[in-house]
């Protein structure tokens, strides 16, 4: 079984953070509960609606990485037995294998930045002084 490094439980955390419905709620670790800021009805509903989004497009990137993971399995294997070292090769093999991971990050940030957009400039000045390290 393959070691997992910090950063991916990390990453693992942070998914289920937003698939749960806290995205705002626990940024940098720090337990900030969205719910502090007294979101109105439509914000609730907003954030909702988001978080169902978010969800969809973090689960066919997930299933794509699992078919990666598994087509990538053979990568090292390709770049260590080739009698020179063949650095075109371990790049498109490290590419191959981080890059959907890099999908993943990006669709996260890009569902915090829209549940973010949905604070009043109160609501957000709040959270940001609460939450968020510089």
């Known amino acids: 079984m393959p070691m997992r490094s910090t950063a991916f439980y990390a990453r693992i955390l942070l998914c289920a953070a937003l698939l749960s419905g806290s995205a705002l709620a626990y940024a940098n670790g720090q337990g900030c509960d969205i719910r502090q800021l007294s979101l109105s009805a439509e914000q609730q509903d907003q954030l909702r609606r988001l978080r169902a989004d978010y969800r969809h497009r973090s ?5 794509q990485m699992r078919s990666a993971r598994q ?4 990568g090292p294997r390709a770049v260590l037995t080739a009698p020179t070292f063949d650095e075109n090769l371990a790049r498109h093999y490290v590419n191959g294998k981080y890059a959907l991971q890099m999908q993943r990050e990006i669709e996260s940030l890009r569902a915090q930045h829209a549940m973010f957009q949905v604070l009043t ?8 002084l609460r939450c968020v390290q510089s």
Do not use: C, K, S, T
């Open 121 to 128: 400039p109160q609501q957000r000045q709040e959270w940001l």
């Open 71 to 74: 087509y990538a399995a053979g």
């Open 59 to 63: 689960e066919a990137l997930l299933m």
